[in-house]
C-alpha cells in the first residue's frame, strides 16, 4: 500500500531536549516535505527536499533541522524543543513536478507538545 | 507571489443542505488550485484539482469546485451535505515551480 509513515504519532517532550519525527514513504517520490498546522494559521512549510542530499527552507524553518540522506526519508529534527514548536506535523511526498500540480501524498501526523 | 483566502473558518450546514466554502486566491501566473480534505485525526488528501481545461472539476465524494479568473476564486461545493463530510477543507494554490500555497483552511460542520 502506497503511504507515507510518520512517527511518532504523539509524543510529550520538554523544552532542550533533542528529538526526530522520522518520515518515510514507499512511493519513489522524490520530493518530501514537511508541514506544521497551527489553529488559525492552516499548514505552513518548515522544510522541503526535491531529491537526496537537496534541501531547502520552507517558511518557518528557524529551530528546526533536516537530512535526507536516503530517497525514502526525511527526518524532522529539532534539536532544542521550544514551547512555541508545539504543533501538529506533517510529512508530505510527490513526485517532482507534482509538488506544483498538488499532487502531495500526506502522512497522519504528528503531534507534538513541548512543556 | 501566491496566496489563498478562505472566507470563513468555521461553516455549519444542515444533512441535506448545499455545501458551499469559499477560496480566493491571487497568482502572478496561471494558477493550479486544489482542494484538500482532513477528516479528523488523519492527514490531508487531495479532493480536487484544476490544473487546465475545463473550469469545472468534479472530485470524490460529490464535491466539485469552478475556476473562475475574473473573480480569482474556486469555491467548493456540495448540493447535499452528509455527516461524513464533516472535516476540515483547505484550499491551496500551486504553479510557477514553486511549492503549494495553502489556505489557513475551513471547519465543516454537519448538524443532523
Known amino acids: 500500500e502506497a503511504q507515507v509513515t510518520q512517527n511518532p504519532r504523539y509524543l510529550i517532550t520538554v523544552t532542550g531536549k533533542k528529538l526526530t519525527v522520522t518520515c518515510s514513504q514507499n512511493?519513489?517520490?522524490?520530493?518530501m516535505s514537511w508541514y506544521r498546522q497551527d489553529p488559525g494559521l492552516g499548514l505552513r512549510q518548515i522544510y522541503y527536499?526535491?531529491?537526496?542530499?537537496?534541501?531547502d527552507k520552507g517558511d518557518v524553518p528557524e529551530g528546526y533541522k533536516v537530512s535526507r540522506k536516503e530517497k525514502r526519508n526525511f527526518p524532522l529534527i529539532l534539536e532544542s524543543p521550544s514551547p512555541n514548536q508545539t504543533s501538529l506535523y506533517f510529512c508530505?511526498?510527490?513526485?517532482?513536478?507534482?509538488?506544483?500540480?498538488?499532487?502531495?501524498?500526506f502522512g497522519e501526523g504528528s503531534r507534538l507538545t513541548v512543556l | 507571489a501566491q496566496s489563498v483566502t478562505q472566507l470563513g473558518s468555521h461553516v455549519s450546514v444542515s444533512e441535506g443542505a448545499l455545501v458551499l466554502l469559499r477560496c480566493n486566491y491571487s497568482?502572478?501566473?496561471?494558477?493550479?488550485l486544489f482542494w484538500y480534505v482532513q477528516y479528523p485525526n488523519q492527514g490531508l488528501q487531495l479532493l480536487l484539482k484544476y490544473t487546465t481545461g475545463a473550469t469545472l472539476v468534479k472530485g470524490i465524494n460529490g464535491f466539485e469546485a469552478e475556476f473562475k479568473k475574473s473573480e480569482t476564486s474556486f469555491h467548493l461545493t456540495k448540493p447535499s451535505a452528509h455527516m461524513s463530510d464533516a472535516a476540515e477543507y483547505f484550499c491551496?494554490?500551486?504553479?510557477?515551480?514553486?511549492?503549494?500555497?495553502f489556505g489557513k483552511g475551513t471547519r465543516l460542520s454537519v448538524i443532523a
Open positions: 527536499s526535491m531529491n537526496v542530499e537537496v534541501t
Open positions: 508530505a511526498s510527490s513526485l517532482v513536478g507534482a509538488e506544483t500540480t498538488g499532487e502531495l501524498f
Open positions: 497568482s502572478s501566473v496561471p494558477p493550479y
Open positions: 512511493m519513489n517520490h522524490e520530493y
Open positions: 491551496a494554490v500551486g504553479g510557477g515551480n514553486t511549492p503549494l500555497v
